[in-house]
């Protein structure tokens, strides 16, 4: 049973007011969701950080979205590979060093699906290295910043969280047995939305003022699969895009958008489409599975993302 909050339309940028003087930072801004969430803060007087891996794909998408908003429109981006934990600390010096205020930091960047185990440069399976970890040590990094703005962190999840083992495999993180891409995946991403409801727990506990949030795009025509996905998986979402299944990357940025910005948002919740399979749909409150905020789990996977990435949080 779902409920958008917002109206049968669900949540729409059309309830955005002027963003002039606010600031965004996005992870894996230059194509997709990250993208068009861009977009729509640029066009809303908003100015956005892109924090991206690839030098040439970021002056390409600056120089789309300079073509539609202006030579001057607010937008940058610092050079950040997630699946490198070197890379992700020297990038959160930048932000610190340039950027004084950060209303919303959007953990949106993500592979998804790689079909053959492959380990990154600190030797985590690539999916729970890139989406989890680099995340988890960036929202680290940027935590005073963002507090002293009174700002929030939004965590772009998925529906896959769902689809693997349902919790996290302690004794095997990084699959040395048995991979395979899609539960790899799905506990990436589970890990992510455990990591974001442990640390609203956390910032509870110790009274801060950081406002975190946990939302999904449904599922939306990205270059997500086309990128780290195998031939197969590739050919089966390349089908389903055609489907009305599959929603437009637009929309499927305001899931995050409507997080870094709507006031009055629950806390344990997963926002998202509220339509079909809460694939598609009118945004809003979606379902949540009880196991995706299980508190001894949530506790280890903190106290073991502290450890793998020998970055200690203050709180
Ligand atoms: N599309 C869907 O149906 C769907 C469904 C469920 C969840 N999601 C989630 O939605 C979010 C956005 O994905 P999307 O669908 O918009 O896919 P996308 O178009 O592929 O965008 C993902 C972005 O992440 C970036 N990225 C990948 N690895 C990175 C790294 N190591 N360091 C920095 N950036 C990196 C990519 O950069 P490059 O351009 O350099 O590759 C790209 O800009 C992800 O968190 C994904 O898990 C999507």
């Known amino acids: 049973?779902?409920?958008?909050?917002?109206?049968?339309?669900?949540?729409?940028?059309?309830?955005?007011?002027?963003?002039?003087?606010?600031?965004y930072l996005i992870t894996g801004a230059n194509s997709g969701t990250g993208f068009q969430a861009s977009r729509i803060f640029l066009a809303k007087g908003a100015q956005v950080v892109m924090l991206n891996r690839n030098e040439e794909k970021s002056a390409?998408?600056?120089?789309?979205?300079?073509?539609?908003?202006?030579a001057d429109a607010p937008v940058s981006f610092i050079r950040m590979d997630l699946s490198d934990l070197a890379s992700v600390r020297a990038a959160a010096g930048q932000v610190r060093d340039s950027i004084s205020k950060i209303d919303a930091l959007i953990c949106n960047a993500a592979i998804a699906q790689v079909p053959t185990r492959q380990l990154t440069k600190d030797g985590f399976e690539s999916q729970l290295g890139t989406n989890h970890y680099g995340h988890f040590l960036l929202c680290g990094e940027l935590f005073e910043t963002i507090e002293k703005s009174a700002g929030r962190i939004v965590v772009v999840a998925s529906l896959g969280y769902k689809m693997?083992?349902?919790t996290i495999q302690f004794e095997d993180m990084n699959w040395g047995r048995n991979y395979k891409?899609?539960?790899?995946?799905?506990?990436?991403?589970?890990?992510?939305?455990?990591?974001?409801?442990?640390?609203?727990?956390?910032?509870a506990a110790a009274d801060r003022n950081v406002t975190v949030h946990v939302c999904h795009p449904g599922s939306s025509a990205t270059s997500l699969i086309e990128t780290s996905g195998g031939l197969l998986t590739r050919l089966i979402f390349g089908l389903m895009a055609k489907s009305p299944l599959v929603q437009s990357a637009e929309k499927g940025a305001y899931p995050e958008i409507m997080c870094a910005t709507e006031e009055r948002l629950k806390q344990?919740?997963?926002y998202g489409p509220t339509g079909r399979m809460e694939w598609v749909g009118p945004v809003g409150e979606?379902?949540?599975?009880?196991?995706?905020?299980?508190?001894?789990?949530?506790?280890?996977?903190?106290?073991?993302?502290?450890?793998?990435?020998?970055?200690?949080?203050?709180?």
């Open 164 to 166: 693997g083992l349902r």
């Open 60 to 70: 390409a998408a600056i120089a789309t979205l300079k073509q539609e908003f202006g």
């Open 181 to 203: 891409a899609n539960p790899a995946y799905s506990q990436s991403k589970l890990a992510q939305m455990m990591f974001a409801y442990e640390l609203q727990d956390r910032i």
């Open 286 to 315: 979606g379902t949540l599975e009880s196991f995706a905020h299980d508190k001894s789990v949530m506790k280890k996977l903190w106290d073991r993302s502290e450890r793998e990435t020998g970055y200690h949080w203050n709180i």
């Open 268 to 270: 344990r919740a997963l």
């Open 1 to 23: 049973m779902t409920d958008t909050q917002f109206g049968p339309d669900g949540w729409t940028p059309a309830r955005l007011g002027s963003l002039e003087g606010r600031t």
